[in-house]
């Protein structure tokens, strides 16, 4: 199935839908109802809906879209010729690293941000940096054992915080590699102290390195089919085969007409550090289903249930989940008292 910019697509493994932005090869960029852009293998996608512009779509992307350039790209390839005391520190995996043009008086000068994949697989990826309200995107391919530049930093220009969110797929011949989303923060305050700059496998200079991913959790990835079919088949037969264990709200009751559940991960396990991002949704998403069958079983007026913020993945899992209960009538709940990353859900129609 060939696709075009502006079709409209679903997910064939998983719950989603949304338009198509980009293609490159059988890699195809789908942004979905949140804006977020997810980069899926066009065997994945199923087509709902050509593009209503067919002869007329723009192929160039928005001016606050970066595609970076190979010639901003750096073979890190020759890792022999480093200091193996300095590879040996590292481990393999994808880091944000911030390099300073001069090494020798860092927290005064100008720093460039790089990307480095210090793996031996390819990457597509997408990363979203969010400066005073304003979104840049930049997005390219990134071979193995490569760095690419992203941009030059100017500290006395940059906020406290520099939020970024990287979204990226593993191009592998031999394996299905799931996406994977991270979210983190560049404080200014880190680029000012230069205890925080040292040596590293990319560069002679001194760097501040930030591991995103390392290869033990990339390679996790590869293992989500099995884990994602199960999941897709307790939701399918749960209303047939699961016996709902009402109790399981009771913990949770504020009042008799009142639960609050928080699905953060760490509320849910013991050792959330050790656990793949797929499958800390798959345990995040269980567990929404089972408290909400719990509620409307016992007949609890409304539940609220605290997933955060994020990248918003949860929060269009939940909604689609919330779907299939056409009785329910749900939406975010009030903000002064639950903050931004609450929904709320009625089991019993709102009075008025």
Known sequence: MKFKKGDKVKYLDEIGEGIVKEIHGDLVIVEDDLGFEIPMKANKLILVEHSKNMNNIDDTTDMQDNIIEGDTKTDLSILSNHNKSKIQQFTDG?????????????IASPHQLYLVNFTSYDVYFLLHQIKVGNTNIYHSFLNDYTAIKLENLKIEDMPNELLCTLQSIIISKEHIFLPFISTFAIKRSTLLKEDNYSENPFFDEPTISILIKDLKEINELKNFEKQKDELEINFSKSKERLIVDASIIDKYLVSPELAEVDLHLEKLVDDPQNISPDMALNIQLSYF??????????????????????????????????????????????????????TEVYIKPIKK
């Open 289 to 342: 289903k089972q408290c909400l069958d719990a509620a409307i079983s016992k007949d609890i007026d409304k539940i609220i249930f605290i997933h955060g913020v994020g990248a918003g993945i949860l929060k269009r899992e939940m909604y689609q989940i919330l779907k299939n209960y056409p009785d329910l009538y749900y939406g975010d709940a009030p903000i002064r008292q639950y903050g931004i990353g609450a």
């Open 94 to 106: 994808i880091y944000l690293v911030i390099k300073p043009e001069n090494p020798k008086v860092p």
